[in-house]
């Protein structure tokens, strides 16, 4: 089986922690020692398992900095 | 096989595309019917077919959008 190999580099953040201890967390990994990429995805408690998520470039992140600061998120719901 | 039925029930915004033409969307997502949740994940340019994404209750979103308005994306590149 082939092996991923990652490591996060950055925590920046919790966005929430669930009733098991998985926490979706935006931070910095680097995968198959490919340069750092932001990240938000469900970890383990000792981060050892992931769930599913999403990588995003600086310029992607950027982005959605820009359009999260420029609407109000009340407005969807 | 399963069938997933799912609905962009709100375009919020776009934050990159691709050389083929799929964009990476910040949206409204509504997943077998249930009560829509944000979503962060590639889409083919007729949003037929879809990524690897994650998606986000609002509560996530809220605390996303705080975390990244007060980092500077600079200071981890």
Chains 1, 2 share one sequence.
Do not use: C, Q
């Amino acid at each position: 089986m082939a092996e991923l190999k990652y490591e996060i580099t950055e925590k920046i953040g919790v966005l929430s922690e669930n009733a098991k201890g998985w926490t979706k967390e935006l931070n910095m990994v680097s995968w198959n020692e490919h340069e750092p990429k932001y990240d938000i995805r469900e970890w383990s408690p000792d981060h050892s398992r992931m769930g599913k998520g999403v990588t995003l470039s600086a310029d992607e992140l950027a982005e959605l900095k820009e359009l999260l600061a420029g609407i109000d998120l009340d407005s969807f719901e």
